[in-house]
């Protein structure tokens, strides 16, 4: 049985490990400095999850072929390279650069119970959540309230420094409560507002509810707030 190296403990230095992951989603990335880009985000079965992105652009075509979402593979030749911002994808300071000598195997199915990292709410509220970071987290509760569709004043939007006007954004609002009553007010902006603005695929078993939203990209994630 071969022998995977878990997510959290990969390093710069490992050029030789090898991994076992399951594919969460897959997105394609456009920015100024890097250009076209695809990235991967993956999570190992003790939970951990960690962003991945393909070094070259021409070599997109071949990872997005052989990563599907939702599968198991196996991982080998990845660079890990450490993210200095605190802004990121996932808890993990680091990503997996997916190169050109990579080689990706499929894997067996894990059927196992894959941990959650869910936040408290009350933490939330007491505003010990990100402490100076910033990265998506998990949260699980009932949707108990869902506002209309709607125009925000938004401040942090670019603007042009010869335009006073208002910068606007659609935005939703609504709100979590989990098993022990707690609420969090929630905001959807931008262009997850308009994604979420769509019937909310709402499963009830036992009395939870949950829903799965998958962004397209790490900006939108960016917009999806508690106020």
């Known amino acids: 049985m071969a022998n995977f190296e878990r997510l959290a403990m990969i390093t710069p230095n490992g050029d030789d ?58 991982i080998t030749g990845f660079s890990v390279v450490i993210v200095r911002n605190e802004i990121r994808m996932t808890k993990q300071r680091k990503e997996i650069v997916l190169k050109r000598n990579t080689e990706v195997g499929v894997s067996e199915l894990f059927n196992g119970f894959i941990p959650l990292d869910l ?12 402490d100076g970071t910033s990265y998506t987290r998990d949260f699980l509760g009932v949707i108990s309230s869902v506002s209309d569709f709607g125009l925000t004043v938004d401040d942090s939007m670019p603007r042009n420094i010869h335009n006073y006007d208002p910068k606007t954004t659609g935005s939703i609002d609504f709100v979590l409560e989990d098993n022990d009553g707690n609420h969090l007010n929630c905001r959807a902006k931008g262009i997850l507002a ?20 998958d ?10 707030t508690n106020i």
């Open 17 to 74: 490990s090898m991994i076992r992951v399951r594919v969460e989603n897959v997105w394609s990335t456009l920015d100024v400095e890097n250009g076209e880009g695809l990235s991967f985000l993956v999570v190992d079965d003790e939970g951990t999850r960690i962003h991945a992105f393909v070094q070259h652009f021409a070599d997109a075509k071949r990872f997005k072929r052989l990563l599907q979402q939702g599968d198991w593979f196996t």
């Open 194 to 213: 308009v994604l979420f603005k769509r019937p909310i695929q709402v499963e009830d078993e036992e009395g939870i509810s949950t829903f799965e939203y």
């Open 215 to 224: 962004p397209p990209g790490h900006h939108e994630v960016v917009h999806f």
């Open 119 to 130: 936040v408290p709410f009350q933490d939330v509220k007491n505003g010990t959540v990100h």
